[in-house]
């Protein structure tokens, strides 16, 4: 079974320090973008400038969803790898005293 499953915990901690830094990136990003719609704003009126009002609070609400669903999946990598290693060596130490 071991010969099976080949586990890389750098590169989990790698994958999941990028997951969670590209959350990072992402929400500056959005603030830009943010920021770059509030200064439009002034500049439209009437109609125009409730449809560009709508449009920034349906990106807010799909960045909130997004920054929610990937940082959850960097969290569970990382979680998943701390898991792993825990297991393995609580098997390694329950192992060792076998043979001792």
Do not use: I, P
């Amino acid at each position: 079974m071991a010969d099976d499953l080949a586990v890389d915990l750098a590169a989990l901690h790698v994958g999941s320090n990028h997951v969670l830094d590209g959350v990072g990136e992402a929400a500056v990003d959005f603030l830009r973008h943010e920021d770059g719609l509030a200064d439009a704003a002034s500049g439209w009126v009437g109609s125009s400038q409730l449809a560009l009002g709508q449009l920034a609070a349906r990106w807010e609400a799909r960045h909130s969803l997004h920054k929610l669903q990937v940082g959850g999946l960097g969290l569970h990598v990382a979680e998943a790898m701390v898991e792993y290693r825990t297991n393995e060596d609580a098997s390694c130490g329950a192992l060792g005293s076998v043979a001792g």
